[in-house]
Structures are given as C-alpha cells and as structure tokens.
C-alpha cells in the first residue's frame, strides 16, 4: 500500500503576516517494504519584500531569488494532488502540515493522516527528544538518509519528507499498523 510522506518549509510567524510555505517535499513510499517509489519536490513562490521570521529554520535566506521566481501553490496543484489524492498521508507533527494543506486547498478532502511524533510519544515514551532529528539517530536513518542526500539536512522539506517516511516505516514494521492510528 502506498503512503505519502508530506513536509513544508515556512516562513514563520511575522506580525501581519500568515504563516508560508516556500517549499514542499512529498515521498511516496511502501512502508510494508520500507522502500521508497517516488520523491517530488518544489520552491513555492514568495514575493522578495515578504519578511521571514528571524526563526525561521532553512536555507531560505540563500534562496530568495529563486523563491520570487518560484511557482504559486495553485500552479503545481495538479503535480501535488495527484501525489497525495487517496492515499494515507504522514507527516512529523502532521497538524502544522495538515493545517497549511487545509488552508491553500480548502475544499479537498485529505487523509487519513499519521503522525510520527504521535506515534513516537505513544510507542517510545522514553526517548529524550521526539524532534524528527532526534528520532532519526535513534532509529539509525541518519546513512540511508544521507545516501539519498548528500548535500542536504533537516529543514529542507524533501529530507525532512523522506526522513518522516523512513522513520514511519521502522514503527510501522516495530509496532504493526495498529500504532499508526488514523488522525
């Protein structure tokens, strides 16, 4: 069965402002298998003059050109939903990308969603931290990761996107499906 690993990059909450994406990465992957079909990925338009917010994590500030240059949301619709139409989606703290998937498609029905850091809580309740990163070096993703990116890290919506789907597949395959309740 096929799942949608989904993440966004943000420009943060400013004053005046509502919260961005300026990028989105989507994995599709089997997490029977733990192998991964398909990655897809895309800047997201922002206007040079938008602020971000000073906490805003990313490589955003190196990349503006590109991000005034980039498609709006509505111009890749078709490559986004035809990835995540129908099929269970899973996202590390899935109400941020959940909410940011509502608001700039409002009208569509998505899901159901599993949330990582959800099952992680549930599942691990000892562990330190439940960041994504923190999750990665305990499950030992961290090789398969930089295998498949060698010049990324977290806080790049495709990695963070792949290391949710990779992370998800361990505690789907440790836990049975049954800690992956629907949201």
């Not at 078709?78 to 899973?90: C, E, F, K, Q, T």
């Not at 099952?119 to 691990?124: A, F, Q, S, T």
């Not at 030992?140 to 963070?160: G, S, V």
Request: glycine letters at 8%; hydrophobic letters at 45%; proline letters at 8%.
């Amino acid at each position: 069965m096929t799942f949608a690993a989904i993440d966004f990059e943000t420009t943060g909450t400013v004053k005046g402002y509502e919260n961005e994406p300026w990028q989105i990465g989507i994995v599709l992957f089997d997490p029977a298998s733990g192998g991964i079909d398909e990655m897809w990925e895309s800047h997201l338009h922002i206007p040079p003059t938008r602020p971000f917010s000073k906490y805003a994590p990313g490589r955003w500030a190196q990349i503006r050109d590109d991000l005034a240059a980039a498609p709006h949301f509505h111009e890749i619709w078709h490559d986004i939903s035809s990835r995540i139409a129908g099929v269970p989606l899973v996202a590390h703290n899935a109400g941020t990308e959940r909410t940011i998937l509502t608001r700039l498609a409002p009208l569509t029905p998505f899901g159901p969603w599993h949330d990582t850091l959800k099952m992680l809580k549930r599942g691990h309740p000892g562990l330190p931290s439940y960041k994504l990163g923190a999750a990665v070096d305990a499950f030992a993703l961290a090789p398969m990761l930089k295998r498949l990116f060698p010049e990324r890290t977290f806080h790049d919506a495709l990695y963070d996107a792949a290391a949710t789907a990779l992370l998800f597949s361990v505690l789907a395959q440790n836990n049975g499906f049954h800690a992956c309740a629907a949201m």
